[in-house]
Every structure is written in C-alpha cells, then in structure tokens.
C-alpha cells in the first residue's frame, strides 16, 4: 500500500512540474489579440539561437578543429544537465535504501545499487570534460 501511496505522489508531483514547463500553444486567429508570438519573443528566440552558435564557434575555435569544438560542447551541455538528473536519482535511490528498505532487504540492495550507479555516473560526467581538455590541448598540441 505504501508503495502505492509514494509511487501516486512521485507521478502527481511530476505531472504538477512538467505542466509549469510545457509552452503555450499559439492558434492563428482572425485577430491579432491573443496568442500571438510577440516581437520579444521572436527576438528571445533568435538571441538563445546566436548565443549556442557563438558559443559552439568560441569551442571549434579553442580546439582548433569542428569536431573537437562540438564535441567538447556536447560535454560541457552534459556536464550541466547531468547535475540534475543525478541529484534526482540519488534522492530516489535513498528512499528505496533508507525508507522503503527498512522492511524489505532486497529493495535495500536495489536503493544501494541506484545510489552507487548514480554517483558513478555523476563523477563521469563531470570528470569527462577534464579529462577530454587534458587529451585534447595537452597531448594533441
């Protein structure tokens, strides 16, 4: 039953966040009133599309080659993102180990498995760029 209970409420407070980031649909009407993509948000648009291309062109030209440019922004984006998505799956892992495996040892093992996964898979992520920069400006010249 309790399995049920927190599963419910890991659903609902997915839901309640994914709604706060799904954009607005825009309809075309007979009236400019409302919905509308406004000049501003055009504008926005196009600044963050300059701003990912800047910074992939300051990469290939710190790298000296397109493929080590990208490749290092590809990691540098992973490096980021994975901070999150890590933080989510350590915080899973330690309910399964330290509440809900206070009665059932085999989810224990489970929440400890997840633990141990996602802290490795957060050093990588974030030791990867390093040792990419090592290689790459290092021994490569």
């Excluded at 966040?17 to 009133?33: C, E, K, R, V, Y």
């Excluded at 989510?88 to 495996?101: M, P, S």
């Amino acid at each position: 039953m309790k399995k049920v209970l927190v599963g419910c409420i890991i659903i609902f407070a997915v839901l309640v966040i994914g709604m706060a980031f799904l954009p607005q649909p825009i309809f075309a009407t007979a009236d400019n009133s409302t919905n509308v993509l406004s000049a501003n948000q055009n504008g926005e648009l196009t600044s963050m599309k300059d701003k990912a291309s800047q910074e992939l062109q300051d990469y290939t030209d710190r790298y000296g080659s397109e493929t080590y440019g990208f490749t290092a922004y590809i990691l540098n984006k992973v490096r980021i993102y994975s901070i999150p998505f890590c933080f989510v799956g350590i915080a899973i892992g330690a309910i399964y180990q330290y509440v809900i495996g206070i009665r059932k040892l085999d989810v224990r093992d489970k929440g400890f498995s997840l633990l141990i996964a996602f802290v490795t898979i957060l050093i990588i992520c974030q030791v990867l760029p390093l040792i990419f920069a090592i290689v790459v400006k290092g021994w490569r010249g």
